[in-house]
């Protein structure tokens, strides 16, 4: 599962700086939140989650922000590190659902 | 093995040719997805299977797609007379538990790297 290439926004950060990834969800009435990782050549991986009930989640290193008034939601990364690199993609559902919806997607470029 | 599997991992026709791609899900999970991911787009969703349930085909393109789940497990995908816009990255993921669970999130395959001459 290679990671889409030359038209992916593109996050370049310095090594040990915080990053953040934005997404902008379509959906008003999702109410569950995922944000995945791809690294070139594979299938995404699960970062973290979090439901519409909750603005905040943490987890290492990680952590995510939801406004549903706005309905953003952005990926933090605490000290970012090479082995960040790759592509995040943002992800919603109704948690009643299965189907996911994914957005287009974020490159991380980490500086040495 | 411990998670999702893909078969082939790369996979070149001709134009006109039909090809099989295969999914192995993780053991004992009950939902099986299938997403395409193409060059410059995120994921987009084809096929999902949960359980005994008829699947929810409601993703697929066009009639040259279709997907089995054989015995609640493998699951192939078929894509009949292929197109040159069917090339592209082909995911497979499965998940286990029930819906509102924490963390209950789609554990996905390698892929499968489709390309249509």
């Known amino acids: 599962g290679e990671s889409v290439g030359l038209h992916l926004p593109t996050l370049s950060v310095q090594e040990g700086d915080n990053s953040i990834i934005n997404c902008a969800y379509s959906?008003?009435?999702?109410?569950?939140f995922i944000w995945y990782k791809q690294e070139s050549g594979k299938g995404p991986q699960f970062i973290i989650d979090i439901r519409s009930n909750m603005d905040k989640r943490q987890g290492q290193r990680v952590t995510v922000l939801l406004n549903k008034t706005v309905k953003h939601l952005s990926l933090q990364i605490a000290a970012t590190q090479p082995g960040d690199s790759a592509v995040y993609f943002c992800a919603e559902r109704k948690s009643s659902g299965d189907k996911l919806t994914f957005g287009t997607g974020t490159r991380l470029a980490v500086r040495p | 093995g411990a998670g999702v599997s893909q078969s082939p991992s790369n996979k070149v026709t001709e134009k006109g040719k039909d090809v099989e791609l295969r999914c192995d899900p993780i053991?004992?999970?009950?939902?099986l997805y299938w997403y395409r991911q193409s060059l410059g787009q995120g994921l987009e969703f084809l096929i999902y299977?949960?359980?005994?349930?008829?699947?929810?085909k409601s993703g697929l393109p066009s009639d040259r797609f279709s997907a089995e789940r054989t015995g609640g497990s493998v699951s192939t995908l078929t894509i009949q007379r292929t197109q040159q816009e069917d090339s592209a990255v082909y995911l497979c993921?499965?998940?286990?538990?029930?819906?509102?669970?924490?963390?209950?999130?789609?554990?996905f395959g390698p892929g499968t790297r489709l390309t249509v001459l």
């Open positions: 053991s004992g999970h009950t939902a």
């Open positions: 959906n008003s009435a999702s109410d569950y």
């Open positions: 299977f949960q359980g005994n349930s008829a699947p929810d």
């Open positions: 993921a499965s998940r286990g538990g029930t819906s509102g669970a924490w963390g209950n999130e789609q554990f």
